[in-house]
């Protein structure tokens, strides 16, 4: 038996308590024993029919519950997540909290939620935006005026609507996003024959001090992210299935444009912030 409590924490946080009951814990644990055990040879038994207790003193327990957590804590997440309705947007904290024999389990799981989101004036900035774009030019004396219009960069837009949201987010969000650009940084000095010291000492930095910067900079990867997405809400932007298509059709080699095939939920996401951005320049 599996039951779950789920506990609200603050910046889109949510904690789940999980009771694995013994019983369901212990009937894990024994196909786990079994299948080791049919594989233990033991001197005067045939292959897999010494005495259990036999077997136990020659197997490592600890290694049994660690193939027991792996496949019984995924599947209690999973469950609690449905009977609590909630839909994490990343990857959970999970600690087993109490793991004796004969006795429930306590898992504990913190999950990032998707973050509140507040939208201000975006679009009377962006339009003033537009607007200080626009210079007179005059060339000469006795020549017509005319407006030179430069529209704002991609740059810019992005930067007010920044300005213009406020997004809660999960620290335990920011720290994934972090971790992902950490993970980055280390594929590309590896091709560059470095290692994260070697950068970190031809920058003139800490780790600590990069941390704080991807962590930064994750705040603002997410929170462009989720604006762009809460725009595309309430002004309707949708991606179409005619849509993936044209992309798809303009790519020349088949393997590429197999790939995208698999890959269309993400190119649908891709797609719409697009379209989300030209919208914004339209403004």
Known sequence: MITSTVKQ????????????????????????FNKVAGEVEI???????????????RINKAK???????????????????ENKLTPVSSPKIEVAKAKENEDWVV????ALKPKILLKNYKEKIKELKKSKVKIWTPGKGQEKKKEDNKPT????INTILSEVEVELSDLLINEEANRLLANLVDQTQKLGLTVEQYLISKGKTSEQLRAE????AAKNLSIEFALAEIADKENITVTPEDLEKIIAKVEKPEEREKLKQDSY???HLLRQQKTLDFLSNL
């Open 9 to 32: 924490l603050p910046k889109s946080t949510a904690e789940l308590e999980i009771k694995i009951s013994w019983d369901e814990i212990r009937e894990v644990y024994e196909k786990i």
């Open 43 to 57: 001197e005067g038994f045939r292959k897999g029919k010494a005495p259990k207790e036999l077997v136990e003193k």
């Open 64 to 82: 049994l519950y660690e193939e027991v957590i792996k496949e019984v804590v995924p599947a209690a997440y999973s469950k609690a997540l449905a």
């Open 108 to 111: 504990k799981a913190q999950v």
């Open 154 to 157: 991609l740059d810019e837009i």
């Open 214 to 217: 991807y962590a930064k900079q």
């Open 266 to 268: 993400y190119l649908a």
